[in-house]
Structure formats: structure tokens, C-alpha cells
């Protein structure tokens, strides 16, 4: 890495924490990836600016919550991770909102609305991601999406200027929102719950922790769903239908107890699983005509 030199100054002169050559296996849940040459550990939203700002156009930048729904490349990583974890976690309720930052865990925006007695969060208790990473994807289960209870979500823009969407300028859809595809990085969400029954909310988020232990596989590190839900059928099921659960590259794994899920059995690479979803889409392609989409982003 030529600018490694110009790049550790800049990060010394930023005020933030940060590590070299930091292996992303341990900061992933499916427990793969090189080395990042840079990773920063952000406390506010002025640091995360000011990191933009400064390395804008020395070295991409990926945020990084809880690592899943993340693949990471092999080997040497050409981008510097910001990291929204613990330091970046704080949650405060004002009535009816309930306010994250992006390094909450779901299960801890779940925990904090169950001891206010607010409902509307329960199906994303258990989905293994940050508040941010949900914000980001829309992320959904169980009849439910964060588009449902997001109000807002502030953000440091690919300029690193501070900015806010709400209502329709978030653009949820599908596993799918303004911040598709963008370098924006998400600082909070509010979100707008409800009052409820302390008791019910605890039942529903018990059954379905329930459901999720005994319908996927998560004994095993894996990314979370890996494909898309394609219009008309459901992936898992036609992944089935076409005899792939258990089909091994390596030690990546079509599960067998949640064929929508692929899982690291040992050591999976980063190649491994890429070629075992290469395989799954091109077996259900020649088989059922419907073409699936990777739902799982790749980071190199």
C-alpha cells in the first residue's frame, strides 16, 4: 500500500481510535475476510465526518456495525474500516421515539423499547445486525420492515457533510433504501413505536427468537439470508426444490436445516462462497427460470 505512511497521519491527526492490518474475519459473522489496512473506531458523528472527509479520495471507506450481511474478500483489503460498535451505541426514548445510534444492536433496540413497554420492534429481535445496517437495507422479518418504524436517519454524506432523510426520502423497498449503493454513512435512527403490554411484547419477542433457533442455522457463522426474495416464489424454497441443501465448495454449505442460509462449516473462504453461490444460481436458473440476486453485499 504506497500511501500507508500519508494515511496513518491522517488518522493520528483525526482525534479517533484506530488499528492497523485488522483481520475482518473477526468482525464479520461469517468469519471471513482479510486484513483491512486501516480500521477507525469512531465516537460521534464529528469524528466520523471528519475521517470522511480526510481520506476522501486516499482510500474507500466501508462501515462496519454488526458485520453481517457482509462478504469479505481474501487476502489484502483495499479500504479503511469505520467501525460503529459499542462507542457508537448509545439509545435515548422521548416518549414514543426511540432514538439509536447506528451501533446499537437490534437486540438492544429490542431490549430498550421492551423496558419502556413500547411495541413495533419485535420482528427484528434476533436478526443479527446493527441498527445502522438495518436502517440501511430495510431490514425485515416476520411480516415486518424497518421502513414500518423508521422516522429518520441522520447521516455523514460521501462529503462528510451532516444531513437527515425522512418520510418519503428514504426510499424503502425491498431490502433496499436511500442509502443503497452510497457512501452515506448512517449516524441515527429514530424510530416511532408504541405503547403496549410489557408481557405481550416479551411473548412475541420470545416466539419469535423460538422460530429463528429452530428454523436456521444459527449454530454456524453465516451472513444471514444470501439471496433475495425473487417476485413470485421464495428462495429457500426453490434452492430446495432443485436438491442443493448440503451442496459444499470448500467448507461453505447450503444448510441443511435452512436452505436459504450459506454457511461456514470450518475455514470457508471468501472465494468458496462466491463459487457455491455461483453454483446454487445457475443450478435454480437451468432449473426453474427464476435468476436469484445476492442478497449478501461483497466488500474487496
Not at 441498527?131 to 462529503?159: F, K, P, S
Not at 408504541?194 to 416479551?202: H, L, S
Request: contains cysteine; proline residues 3%; hydrophobic residues 40%.
Amino acid at each position: 500500500m504506497e500511501n500507508r505512511n500519508e494515511i496513518r497521519a491522517i488518522c493520528e491527526a483525526l482525534g479517533c481510535a484506530y488499528r492497523e492490518d485488522v483481520p475482518m474475519r473477526d468482525y464479520t459473522t461469517f468469519r471471513i475476510g482479510g486484513a483491512a489496512p486501516f480500521m477507525l473506531f469512531p465516537e460521534n458523528a464529528a469524528q466520523i465526518a471528519r475521517a470522511v472527509r480526510a481520506l476522501r479520495g486516499k482510500i474507500p471507506l466501508v462501515t462496519l456495525g454488526r458485520g453481517s450481511n457482509m462478504l469479505v474478500a481474501d487476502g489484502a483489503l483495499h479500504f479503511a474500516a469505520l467501525h460503529l460498535g459499542k462507542n457508537f451505541s448509545r439509545i435515548a426514548v422521548e416518549g414514543e421515539t426511540m432514538i439509536c445510534e447506528a451501533g446499537a444492536t437490534m437486540a438492544e433496540a429490542c431490549r430498550t423499547a421492551l423496558a419502556h413497554g413500547l411495541t413495533g420492534l419485535e420482528f427484528s429481535y434476533g436478526i443479527p445486525g446493527s441498527v445502522g445496517g438495518g436502517a440501511y437495507m430495510n431490514a425485515g422479518a416476520y411480516g415486518g420492515e424497518y421502513r414500518d418504524v423508521v422516522l429518520w436517519c441522520e447521516h455523514v454524506d460521501e462529503e462528510g457533510n451532516p444531513g437527515r432523510f425522512s418520510g418519503e426520502a428514504l426510499d424503502y423497498r425491498y431490502r433496499h433504501s436511500a442509502y443503497s449503493g452510497k457512501g452515506y454513512v448512517i449516524t441515527r435512527v429514530a424510530f416511532g413505536l408504541k405503547k403496549g403490554d410489557p408481557a405481550a411484547i416479551r411473548a412475541q419477542m420470545d416466539e419469535l427468537m423460538e422460530r429463528r433457533r429452530s428454523r436456521q442455522p444459527l449454530e454456524f457463522p453465516s451472513a444471514g439470508s444470501t439471496f433475495k426474495r425473487p417476485e413470485g416464489a421464495y428462495a429457500a424454497a426453490l434452492i430446495e426444490q432443485c436438491g442443493l441443501k448440503g451442496t459444499r465448495v470448500g467448507d461453505a454449505m447450503v444448510s441443511e436445516k435452512h436452505s436459504g442460509f450459506v454457511i461456514n462449516v470450518g475455514n470457508a473462504t471468501c472465494a468458496d462462497v462466491l463459487a457455491l453461490i455461483e453454483q446454487v444460481r445457475r443450478t435454480v436458473r437451468e432449473q426453474t427460470g427464476y435468476e436469484l440476486e445476492r442478497e449478501v453485499e461483497l466488500f474487496r
